[in-house]
């Protein structure tokens, strides 16, 4: 069975860091691409950043580029996304997801095969 369980969410000022990760199990990570979500109150969960199974490839949203870095240690089974200079319109639900084929939208959440339950980063003013 497959597992995703995001941890190192929070509560957090603007500007500060955050650093999340999504552990995984039950499947072979390598051969999956990741991605990471969010959810805001109200609104529809969106695209936040993604990295291909070697990791030669990196995707980011407008909002996060330059501020939020996305990586992974297959020997771990752990996927990460390291969130500098916060900003309070980053408060969201964050979730980390797994695509196995090679094709497909990174960028749409309907590529995705495996969800973790999400991990709630609060950022304040």
């Known amino acids: 069975q497959v597992q995703l369980v995001e941890s190192g969410g929070g509560l957090v000022h603007a500007g500060g860091s955050l650093s999340l990760s999504c552990a995984a199990s039950g499947h072979t990570f390598e051969i999956y691409d990741m991605g990471w979500f969010r959810q805001a109150p109200g609104k529809e969960r969106e695209f936040v950043a993604a990295?291909?199974?070697?990791?030669?490839?990196?995707y980011y949203a407008d909002s996060v580029k330059g501020r939020f870095t996305i990586s992974r240690d297959n020997a771990k089974n752990t996927l990460y996304l390291q969130m500098d200079s916060l900003k309070p319109e980053d408060t969201a639900v964050y979730y980390c997801?797994?695509?196995?084929?090679?094709?497909?939208?990174?960028?749409?959440?309907?590529?995705?095969?495996?969800w973790g339950q999400g991990t709630q980063v609060t950022v304040s003013s």
């Open positions: 990295i291909t199974r070697s990791s030669r490839n990196t």
């Open positions: 997801a797994s695509k196995q084929s090679y094709y497909g939208d990174f960028y749409s959440r309907a590529t995705y095969d495996y």
